[in-house]
T-cell receptor, first 116, second 113 residues
Framework: DADVTQTPRNRITKTGKRIMLECSQTKGHDRMYWYRQDPGLGLRLIYYSFDVKDINKGEISDGYSVSRQAQAKFSLSLESAIPNQTALYFC???????????????FGPGTRLLVL | GENVEQHPSTLSVQEGDSAVIKCTYSDSASNYFPWYKQELGKGPQLIIDIRSNVGEKKDQRIAVTLNKTAKHFSLHITETQPEDSAVYFCAASKNNAGNMLTFGGGTRLMVKP
């Protein structure tokens, strides 16, 4: 979805380096998410944020940190990258759920990260 | 927490045939079930979703069915075309978890011309 952008699209880094992945959205959504995708494992939630002052850990947050700089921006950092963090990373956004169940999540194009 | 199982992991069909992908979920409180299609080099895109107050939903060649008692839901694609080739993900969510989606492991669908 062109309304959700991620930078960089591809990144190669070395073990121990700090790296930041950035996500921006123009959909005006309050909620933003970071997922990691590995072959055969689907998408696993790393962190999520329901508004600018809200940060929550997901299923696999160890080794990652996030920053919600504004409603439209949500960054994921790997403080000291390791090879098993090699994966495809997706940012997603959604609108506020108003008691009627889940709302659609809109995904960015992904960042392919290789840690050597 | 919620656990979503998806089968098969790969599916190969001939163009024009139907394809069915099945998912089971563990949390009976889940009430929203989206399906995403991921094409090569792109992020997942929603193709259809269903809420627990209905049993079936159709959109042209795709349909989703939900069996709340058995806690499973399925994606049906009829008259498959080569452009249907992609990875498909099911997911489940519930009210008191906000928008938290738990995803299945994905199905790689290949439609042979």
């Amino acid at each position: 979805d062109a309304d959700v952008t991620q930078t960089p699209r591809n990144r190669i880094t070395k073990t121990g380096k700090r790296i930041m992945l950035e996500c921006s959205q123009t959909k005006g959504h309050d909620r933003m998410y970071w997922y990691r995708q590995d072959p055969g494992l689907g998408l696993r939630l790393i962190y999520y944020s329901f508004d600018v002052k809200d940060i929550n850990k997901g299923e696999i947050s160890d080794g990652y940190s996030v920053s919600r700089q504004a409603q439209a921006k949500f960054s994921l950092s790997l403080e000291s990258a390791i090879p098993n963090q090699t994966a495809l990373y997706f940012c997603a956004t959604s609108d506020l759920a108003l008691g009627t169940g889940g709302k659609t999540q809109y995904f960015g194009p992904g960042t392919r990260l290789l840690v050597l | 927490g919620e656990n979503v199982e998806q089968h098969p992991s790969t599916l190969s069909v001939q163009e024009g045939d139907s394809a069915v992908i099945k998912c089971t979920y563990s949390d009976s409180a889940s009430n929203y079930f989206p399906w995403y299609k991921q094409e090569l080099g792109k992020g997942p895109q929603l193709i259809i979703d269903i809420r627990s107050n209905v049993g079936e939903k159709k959109d042209q060649r795709i349909a989703v069915t939900l069996n709340k008692t058995a806690k499973h839901f399925s994606l049906h694609i009829t008259e498959t075309q080569p452009e249907d080739s992609a990875v498909y993900f099911c997911a489940a969510s519930k009210n008191n978890a906000g928008n938290m989606l738990t995803f299945g492991g994905g199905t790689r669908l290949m439609v042979k011309p």
